[in-house]
């Protein structure tokens, strides 16, 4: 599916979008703390290229590398795709997901790219690695940013956490989980894991905690894009994100044992930090400003004691800012919506299309385009999303409209509910439902109520009236119309 070639570490993207002209170096020296900030996001809104900051006055001279997937076309890159094939891309991870046996020899050759896909899965081990070319003496030898001004610290913002579960061995790969959390630096040699109770990082901490024992913890900075978006993606507890991010890379995930912990860990990656949390160490973690615009509340988190930190000769230090939309992670996830949607039409077969804008928080609000056939469906579409489909937990308004509205035209959404929805009617209020408890908005933490929108036009037992018929001229007359008025209007 790839028509971009295989990325094997950071060095090799950045390569990549500096020879289309997408990456800015700026020497002028930017501080770490809030001013990075602002050129990130000036640059993110102007869809901006990679920016790399050679220069900072107030921390280690090590280069910042910003703005990495700021775009959707850098975004579709990392994943080895353009941008025009991304839809298609959804189509077989929703295949490789839940496959159909082949029909006859054909059908199983052209499946081939599946095969190979799933033998790219399996990682391949290392003795020696990049990564462990170097050592750095402590956290503060890395330039981590403070991104806000009411922001606790310095605080690391592209790590790629990896855990297993108590009970497994570093060689068991399989049962590793892969997490983007952030992490606030305490000191040279402590920092706090800030991870949901509902993240694969904190299910393995629990098994852990239970065992009385300390847990042994890796974080990647600076790796490849693939191994990036992989452990970005939703993906389901049963699949592994290093397997994941094979599939994605178009080869096999390089690793390397850890010089200090029972863990492997990416071979390519620039910096890797090793440590342990021990059971009950906990420190108040916060405020730090999120992506819904507001600074979170603080509170206790697990501690990571490091042992020691390896590296690549002269490495980078990938960085990124989380903050209200536009984001780079609103970014990520716009493409991520088109990825998923294969899978969730497999699940709701009239599912045309579905928007999750990123003004709303990238999953607070969802918008449905569907092929309404029966009186009450837009209602089952709602509860299906709310209820087979766990990414959809957090969604607390779902707008479900007819196929010819675009769902990603806000006027065309605005004339649905104004013409399609009675209130009395066509509105569905669950109280008391899983919420983020991030939503400051939400009566009682972590439980809130949702909504749901039926916008579709009423068919049989759903209205007692004639229902208007739209508006709309001959196909024909509109061609000719634009012809007609193509040299004269700009």
């Known amino acids: 599916m790839r028509s971009l070639p295989p990325f094997p570490d950071l060095r090799a993207f950045l390569a990549f979008v500096q020879g289309r002209g997408d990456l800015a170096r700026i020497d002028a020296p930017v501080s770490l703390r809030h001013e990075m900030t602002a050129v990130q996001l000036a640059a993110l809104r102007r869809r901006g290229p990679v920016l790399r ?50 029909r006859g020899m054909r059908d199983a050759w052209s499946r081939w790219p599946m095969v190979r896909a799933a033998l790219s899965a399996r990682p391949a081990i290392l003795r020696h690695a990049p990564v462990q070319q170097d050592d750095l003496p402590g956290l ?59 993240r694969g990082g904190a299910a393995h901490h629990r098994t852990w905690l239970r065992a009385g024992e300390p847990m042994p913890v890796a974080i990647a900075l600076g790796a490849d894009p693939a191994l990036l978006l992989a452990a970005a993606l939703p993906l389901p507890e049963t699949v592994s994100e290093l397997g994941f991010s094979g599939v994605l890379r178009g080869r096999r995930t390089d690793l390397v044992a850890a010089r200090t912990v029972p863990l492997m860990v990416p071979a390519h990656a620039e910096i890797v930090i090793e440590g342990w949390i021990h059971p009950g160490e906990t420190a108040p973690e916060g405020p730090f400003g999120d992506h819904t615009g507001y600074y979170n509340a603080v509170e206790p988190f697990p501690v990571m004691r490091v042992g020691a930190i390896t590296c690549r000769r002269d490495p980078i230090y990938l960085s990124t800012v989380t903050g209200r939309p536009p984001d780079e992670p609103s970014v990520i996830g716009e493409v991520f919506n088109d990825l998923a949607l294969p899978v969730i039409r497999a699940q709701i077969p009239e599912v045309r299309d579905l928007w999750l804008p990123a003004a709303a928080c990238s999953y607070r609000m969802a918008v449905v385009g569907i092929d309404k056939r029966y009186p009450g469906q837009a209602r089952r579409v709602m509860m299906a999303l709310w209820g087979m489909l766990p990414q959809f937990c957090y969604t607390k308004m779902i707008v479900v409209v007819d196929g010819d509205i675009d769902i990603r035209n806000w006027d065309d959404i605005a004339w649905a509910l104004a013409t399609r929805m009675d209130p009395a009617r066509d509105v569905m209020v669950i109280d008391r439902t899983p919420m983020d408890y991030l939503d400051f908005a939400s ?5 809130a109520g949702k909504i749901g929108l039926d916008a579709t036009t009423k068919i049989g037992t759903e209205t007692a009236r004639d229902w208007g018929t739209v508006m709309a001229l001959d196909p024909a007359h509109e061609a000719r119309a634009e012809a007609l008025l193509a040299g004269i209007l700009p």
């Open 53 to 102: 900051f050679d220069a900072h006055d107030d921390g280690p001279a090590i280069p910042v590398i910003g703005n990495l997937f700021g775009t959707r076309e850098r975004v579709a890159a990392g994943l080895g795709l353009t941008p025009d094939q991304i839809p298609a891309f959804g189509d077989f991870l929703a295949d490789l997901r839940s496959p159909m046996p082949p």
């Open 140 to 198: 503060d030898a890395l330039p981590v940013q403070t991104p806000w001004p009411g922001d606790a610290g310095p605080l690391i913002t592209w790590p790629v956490v990896l855990t297993r579960p108590h009970g497994t061995g570093a060689e068991d790969t399989a049962d590793y989980n892969l997490g983007v959390y952030r992490a606030q630096v305490l000191g040279p040699d402590r920092l706090i894991m800030r991870w949901l109770a509902h």
């Open 443 to 447: 009566p009682l933490e972590g439980l």
